[in-house]
């Protein structure tokens, strides 16, 4: 005999499903809400004459200078130089950051080693390391990539070390009461339990990178968006000024929505993530 359902089985299903879905769509919406209303009575305050174009322009004004400066080709250099930089410097300081987190994360001897002095380093101010680098260096391509390695380095370093350390012990003896080997057990436990403190510092990380490159690209330099600004407070522009500013935002909250992604691919089985509750 075929299986008959129940007709109204499917549409319950949908049924108790739709709230869900529609809750979730609504809060996505809801997140563009205040920007969007920031942006209205930013225009409407310049267009009636509340702000002086001087101290904050329309930014309908923004808008038309990022389409005179995308027509002529000069913003995609300046923002594609600004890309190479932080890349390049993401990619060296968040493998060092790793390698070192993992390093101390597994081995006592290597925190006793290693540790004190990389805090010590990371206590520095950041801008005060700048005349160091700038005799180092110079003032060329090596060191912005290098003072975007050294603020991407900590936050990724860190945040490997302390998911290693905070690894629940009861798993590790369940491991070796298994027979699991050393590398099933760094596989299968240490980096799935490690990833949540990983991808949170790589979030930090990006953070970090971008405002290691603006105070990086305020050196000697003739390309990239912080030059970009520069050069256009040298003549009070601030529609150009508030353009880089819009940029940095707009590649934060990409980036910021790449490492989601990650989240949700890595911490699938993670019920926090799993269910939607990503912060």
Known sequence: ????????????????????????????????LVPAL??????????????????????SKVLATAFDLARNGELFIHLGVSLLRAAAG????????????????????????????????RAIPFLAMLPLVIVWFGVG?????????????FPVYI????????????????????????IAIVRRIILP?????????VRYALAHA??????????ATTRGIGFLAMDARE????????LTMVIYALIGVAADAFVRKLETRFLAWHANYDKGLRK
């Open 1 to 32: 005999m075929a299986d008959v359902s129940s007709p109204g089985d499917l549409p319950i299903a949908a049924t108790a499903n739709a709230p869900a879905v529609s809750k979730a769509t609504l809060y996505q919406w809801l997140s563009w």
């Open 38 to 59: 920031v942006l209205l009575v930013w225009e409407a305050a310049a267009r009636f004459g509340f702000i002086a174009p001087q101290v904050l322009p329309a930014p």
């Open 90 to 121: 993401f990619v060296i300081g968040g493998a060092l950051g790793l390698a070192l987190g993992i390093l101390v994360g597994f081995s006592p001897l290597a925190q006793a080693l290693l540790d004190r002095s990389i805090q010590m380093v």
């Open 141 to 153: 391509e090596t060191a912005k990539i290098f003072l975007v390695a050294l603020a991407v380095l």
């Open 159 to 182: 945040n490997t070390m302390l998911g290693i350390r905070q690894i629940d012990p009861k798993l590790m003896e369940l491991a070796k009461v298994v027979g699991l080997g050393h």
């Open 193 to 201: 339990g490690a990833m949540p403190s990983i991808l949170t510092g």
């Open 210 to 219: 971008w405002l290691a490159l603006v105070i990086a690209e305020t050196l």
């Open 235 to 242: 003549f009070l522009n601030t529609n150009v000024i508030l």
